[in-house]
């Protein structure tokens, strides 16, 4: 492949790996090929959705995906119902960077990374987003080309508003209103080479709780005497009965 070829494919990569943004009303999973567990510790659900813009499948998390990066010790967690699009890659990519393998779950924290947008690092997202691809399995070859995509092309879609976007999969005609104000970081919690990492989610700990509605108990029923029943209860014992 020629340089300029090359150079063509790496620009139209970034232009759709810097994306964030649903077909059937389907539960899918993300492959899990990776040597390693996810970061998660268990399997996310992903919903895919009825919808797609500019022609590429949107899917949200049905759970928060956390994930912390070793080198910068940030521990990273992605809400539930963030719309994500995968590493979305054109046809002519696919062959390199497959967008629904294992680059997919680096792809949802880079993702992220890019809605918050924080101010002067986005070559750190980028960093990361390698380092994530490399820890699930992704072969070297293909992440760098992957990296590389996102390096010359994902300036323009980092920290673009519409990004911002939650979905409840059961109601999908629906646009739920974020969880959270937009934070200045991804970052959640420092953890110094992700030591207790492991721990920590399996403890069952939440970044972001669900918050459930309280029970309300139905108001008592309030039983209103007529001038009758007043009289009946002055009656002897009975007598109303025998009437």
């Not at 054109?90 to 390199?96: D, H, L």
């Not at 399995?137 to 992440?143: I, K, S, Y």
């Not at 001038?227 to 009437?243: S, Y």
Request: net charge positive.
């Amino acid at each position: 492949m020629s340089r300029t070829k090359t150079l063509a494919l790496l620009i139209g990569l970034g232009l759709t790996l810097a994306a964030c943004a649903t077909e059937t009303n389907t539960t899918v999973f993300v492959p899990v090929i990776a040597p390693t567990p996810p970061s998660s510790l268990t399997p996310q659900p992903i919903m895919l959705f009825n919808q797609t813009k500019d022609g590429r499948k949107l899917f949200t998390l049905d759970a928060e995906f956390p994930y912390c990066d070793v080198e910068t010790g940030k521990l990273i967690v992605v809400p539930r119902w963030y719309v994500t699009d995968f590493a979305s890659v054109p046809w002519y990519g696919q062959g390199f960077v497959d967008p629904q393998g294992p680059t997919a779950r680096a792809a949802i924290v880079h993702d992220w990374l890019y809605t918050i947008g924080e101010p002067g690092k986005r070559e750190e997202a980028d960093a990361i987003f390698l380092r994530a691809m490399l820890k699930y399995g992704v072969p070297p070859f293909q992440a760098k080309i992957a990296y590389q995509a996102v390096r010359l092309g994902g300036e323009k879609g980092y920290g673009l508003p519409t990004d911002w976007r939650f979905i409840d999969p059961k109601r999908q005609d629906l646009v739920q209103a974020a969880p959270f104000a937009k934070p200045r970081t991804g970052m959640v919690r420092y953890l110094p080479k992700c030591q207790g990492f492991g721990a920590l989610i399996h403890s069952g700990w939440r970044a972001y709780p669900i918050k459930t509605a309280p029970i309300v108990a139905p108001p008592p029923v309030i039983v209103t005497k007529t001038p009758l029943d007043q009289v009946k209860a002055k009656l002897p014992f009975g007598l109303d009965k025998k009437k």
